[in-house]
Nanobody, 125 residues
Framework: QLQASGGGLVQPGGSLRLSCATSGFTLDDYAIGWFRQAPGKEREGISC??????????YYVDSVQGRFTIFRDNAGNTAYLQMNSLKPEDTAVYYC??????????????????WGKGTQVTVSS
C-alpha cells in the first residue's frame, strides 16, 4: 500500500514536502514515482526514482526539473517529493506509485504497478 500526504495551500514561491508512506513491500527493491493531475487535465508523471544500484535512475519532467527533488528513506519505508519555488500551475492532486526496481519514464504512467490515494496541492496567493 502507498499513501501520499503533505499537501496543502501554499503561496507562489513557497515550498512543500510530500510524503509517500509505503507498506507491504520492501521499499529498497522498488522504484517510486510521483504523478499529478490538475483539474480537467490528464495525469502527468513528474518524477521517479529507481533502486540505488541502478545508476542514473532518477527522472524529472522538464517542468519541475531544478525545483522538485525526489528522495527516499528506505529504512522508514517512506519516499518524499520536496517541492520548491512552487507555481500556480503546480496546483493538482499528487499521487505516488511504485513498481519493482526501475521506472520507465517513456511508458504510460512510468509502468507503475501500485498506486496510492492522492494529496491536494494548491498554489495560490
Amino acid at each position: 500500500q502507498l499513501q501520499a500526504s503533505g499537501g496543502g495551500l501554499v503561496q507562489p514561491g513557497g515550498s512543500l514536502r510530500l510524503s509517500c508512506a509505503t507498506s507491504g513491500f520492501t521499499l529498497d527493491d522498488y522504484a517510486i514515482g510521483w504523478f499529478r493531475q490538475a483539474p480537467g487535465k490528464e495525469r502527468e508523471g513528474i518524477s521517479c526514482d529507481g533502486v540505488s544500484e541502478i545508476a542514473g535512475s532518477t527522472y524529472y519532467v522538464d517542468s519541475v526539473q531544478g525545483r522538485f527533488t525526489i528522495f527516499r528513506d528506505n529504512a522508514g519505508n517512506t519516499a518524499y517529493l520536496q517541492m520548491n519555488s512552487l507555481k500556480p500551475e503546480d496546483t493538482a492532486v499528487y499521487y505516488c506509485a511504485a513498481r519493482p526496481r526501475q521506472c520507465f519514464p517513456g511508458d504510460e504512467d512510468f509502468a507503475m504497478n501500485y498506486w496510492g490515494k492522492g494529496t491536494q496541492v494548491t498554489v495560490s496567493s
